[in-house]
């Protein structure tokens, strides 16, 4: 596969439906880290970009389209839909939490809650695709999928981009690889997932993807029982740091206090690797932070 | 006062110090509208600007600094001396509420809360300021205030700012003071502010500077009791429009659910001028918002 060209023409196809979300420099941890608001993007999080790549690339039949989802996907997966004209249909497990089910009923999605983890929420998904002919994108193991999310990384570098190293959240990834797909040979590309849910680490440990317990507080983001295949290739020999759920909370408070930005843990793992020292930058590295998802419960609103 | 040759000297003064905050391009109303995220700044206001340029461009007296403030002023003083090196008083009226004073108390100040309204808080700072020999930082009537507060539209116009008109919330003119010292002539500035607090409104009604009553979900911030002497020299002729306060707290709403950002009513008033159409641009007209403010409690954090 010729990722960079991939990610290219799904750049140009996703023009005008995904949002440039903007980026920043910040002193919060001392060092300058650049920032990338990810969170701001349509629904909350990158997947509209994978999203609105797998519809535009598609022939989507009349079933329209299906996803299992932990909530961000689901979110955007109905939002391109809506927004391009097709039914959707979205599985989520109980744990995507209300604030996310809320997210994807305001779409006018049809929602299925599902119990138990992500893996049963997909279940589900293939089941409805195998019957009704729906299309299926899938969260984060496909081409169109990954080429989308890699528009994330093709855009911050038009933006400025110069970190030696880019810290990336990792779940089933979609997100990494996209990032490991446009920048790989030019920069540095670190994975941090929490020690609660990491399938990448376990499968990096054990040399093929492994199914792992999923649990702790960004569960419903980062989740994945098991790595996706794509991810597995591309991430082979990569830096893989394990952040414990405290830094993740911790990371949420100080980018409320630093610069306002109120994000779901997921959003804030890359940045608590950093700074709970799960990842060390050499002297002088320059390191830069995706800040993934915002999909937290606004409760003064 | 040549305020672009001060608001240049502003800049270079503050550059390091205050935050060079991120812009995007949003399409939540339809047209695209430019936004510029100032409310990420530190302590969460663009007040941080006009403090830093007033401390940096002055004698700091033994006793340290005074400002009375609605909380975002107050916070940004004190942040200001605290980086400094300065000790600092701080008086807020009761209204700027529990996470305003939180925000202030943790920068190690010394805070008073005055009952009423800012006006108390002000009355008790000059008081402050002529038993200690404190040195007073004005929330917005004063040249190194307005000219800390103008870097905030240089940095824009430097960012690629395309807007025809600019819209800018007021409470007591020290923000619009510095968009219009460093726009006007070149874009267009609007003034937009709550109807329970428009001490510019009513000023340039009755054709000069005016007490006006505070009340409404924006007061913490917007409500300054008569607007600065500066603001109504430099707001002759300008468009001012008022807004509900039920259409500031649809903004609130709308901007987190378009892009996860969540602020404070203030941070809210220009963008509802123009979607309840308190302001109406011309066919074509290109328009830009600063989001001013973000001090309100994350309680999920």
Redesign the interface.
Known sequence: MNWKSEILAAQQRIAGYA????????QMLGDPIEIK?E??Q?T?SFKARGAFNTLLSSDVPPAGVVAASGGNHGAAAAYAAQTLGYPAKIFVPELAGPSKIALIEQTGADLSVVSGEYANALTEAQAHEAKTGAMQIHAYDAPATVAGQGTCFAEWEAQGLQADTVLVAVGGGGLISGALAWLQGARKVVAAEPETSCALHAALAAGEPVDVSVSGIAANALGARRIGSICFGLAQGITSVLVPDAAIAEA??RL?Q??????EPAGATALAALFSGAYQPEPGERVAVLICG????????
Chains 1, 2 share one sequence.
Do not use: F
């Open positions: 949002q440039v979300t903007p980026v920043m420099e910040s608001l969170h701001m349509h909350g949420q408070k409320w630093a610069h306002r930005i109120l994000v915002g999909n937290i419960s606004p409760d003064p609103l």
